[in-house]
């Protein structure tokens, strides 16, 4: 039996130890004697306070600790275990855009039927009745998979403990991932540090950095757009010859630029693997008002006017206001992402170095660039925590009713009644 509020037993007991010390203070009717002038005395009760050496009463005594004590066992909500020394695992793994096969297998390794399973990208899950074989068939392909939130992960972990606990002695929290520095925010090494116990870190090969050959198609050489597409085809041709140096793959991925609606051959070409962005110019020459625009890890402040949107699709770009500024939809093993941003023909916005690296989102291949550089082992260290696992009792919870909490109240109730006959039966000299 393991009790989730424990603290309601040491309330129970300084309750008793105060019933205990109100028994040591007496009161007593002093002898009868028949004396003369008694005729004058007005008349009444009279009774003496005094302290005893030891407790008073000692059948109401014990009959008042029980019943406290046991309501302090029933609110500190008892639950009953089987006997079990296994310790369960709450296996984490990274499905985003940045972790390789590999992830996959080294879940399948650690895995085993009792386990907790949490997947995770953008946002996590908790995944109920998984079975090992179909570990692998939960990763999605790695070209449309968004950026991961290990964060969001440790949250949904939580919930995988709870699930558990109940069947387990101790829970052990493994985090599979690559931890790449898209996948870490502020609040990552805290979740981490709040976890009550052994936290394991698994890294495993991440995926193949994708990078993108991007082209403008239809557009003059003035294109407003041009400068930025030139920037990122050659710092992508160079990182793409640093890691063929390494003997690393650098699979290209094509990214076509149009600036006017997307037609049926686009959406053809998108069905093979193409990323097709649609990205119209606005009908004004200048900007509207300054307003701010957010992708990834990128915010543009300037004079920007909002172009229509689809109604369909994952958000990959905000405005300010938390409104949609670009969306992305799969098509087939590709997509087509429209860019609702209007950026002025007139001043030098698309020389700032915040609209480059705005651009770099908006014109990444499918699902973002795969993948980001990995964490350094400093950071990757504050995911880890050393230790025995945590106790199981840590996870459950308090929302589900205690089969024995019912029977305790119920026995205390029927103490506290068979204190009232007592109370009866006891001499009448003490009180």
Do not use: K
């Not at 009279?46 to 019943?67: E, G, S």
């Not at 958000?315 to 938390?322: F, I, L, N, P, T």
Request: proline residues 7%.
């Amino acid at each position: 039996m393991t009790f989730l509020a424990p603290w309601w037993i040491g309330v129970a007991a300084i309750a008793a130890l105060g019933v205990t010390m109100l028994h040591l203070i007496t009161t007593r009717r002093p002898p009868v004697m028949l004396l003369p002038t008694a005729r004058f005395v007005p008349g009444g009760e009279a009774r003496a306070a005094a302290r005893a050496a030891r407790p008073t009463d000692l059948l109401l005594l014990l009959l008042r600790i029980a019943a406290l004590m046991m309501l302090g066992i029933a609110f500190a909500h008892p639950m009953i275990r089987g006997r079990t020394t296994t310790t369960a695992h709450v296996v984490v793994l990274d499905r985003s855009r940045s972790a390789g096969p590999a992830a996959a297998d080294s879940a399948h390794a650690i895995w085993r039927v009792g386990d907790g399973l949490v997947v995770f990208d953008s946002a996590a899950r908790v995944v109920r009745g998984a079975a090992s074989d179909s570990l692998r068939a939960i990763m999605p392909a790695t070209a449309i998979a968004p950026r991961g939130s290990l964060s969001a992960a440790l949250v949904a972990a939580r919930y995988a403990a709870r699930d558990v606990a109940p069947h387990a002695d101790s829970v052990e929290l493994v985090i599979i991932s690559p931890v790449t520095d898209d996948e870490l925010d502020a609040a990552t090494a805290a979740l981490v540090t709040g976890w009550p116990g052994r936290v394991r870190l698994i890294r495993p090969a991440a995926a193949s950095r994708q990078l993108a050959q991007i082209s403008l198609i239809d557009a003059d050489a003035n294109d407003d757009l041009a400068p930025a597409i030139d920037a990122l085809n050659t710092e992508s041709a160079a990182r793409r010859e640093r890691e063929n140096s390494a003997g690393l793959a650098a699979p290209n991925r094509e990214v076509r630029v149009i600036r006017a609606s997307a037609s049926p051959a686009d959406s053809a070409l998108a069905r093979t693997g193409v990323t097709i962005v649609e990205w119209r110019r606005p009908d004004a020459a200048a900007g509207g008002p300054a307003d701010g625009v957010w992708a990834g890890r990128t915010t543009l402040v300037a004079p920007l006017s909002r172009l229509a949107l689809p109604t369909q699709g994952r958000v990959v770009a905000r405005w300010s206001d938390g409104m949609s500024a670009a969306v992305e939809s799969p098509i087939g093993t590709g997509c087509v992402r429209t860019v609702g941003i209007g950026v002025p023909i007139a001043g030098d916005v698309t020389l700032q170095p915040a609209f480059q690296s705005l651009a770099a989102e908006l014109l990444a291949p499918c699902g973002g660039e795969v993948a980001a550089d990995a964490a350094s082992g400093a950071v990757a260290a504050t995911l880890t925590r050393s230790g025995a696992p945590a106790p199981a009792a840590a996870f459950e919870d308090l929302s589900i009713p205690s089969p024995v909490a019912p029977w305790l109240i119920g026995a205390s109730l029927l103490l506290l009644l068979s204190e009232w006959s007592v109370r009866r039966a006891r001499p009448e000299a003490s009180e």
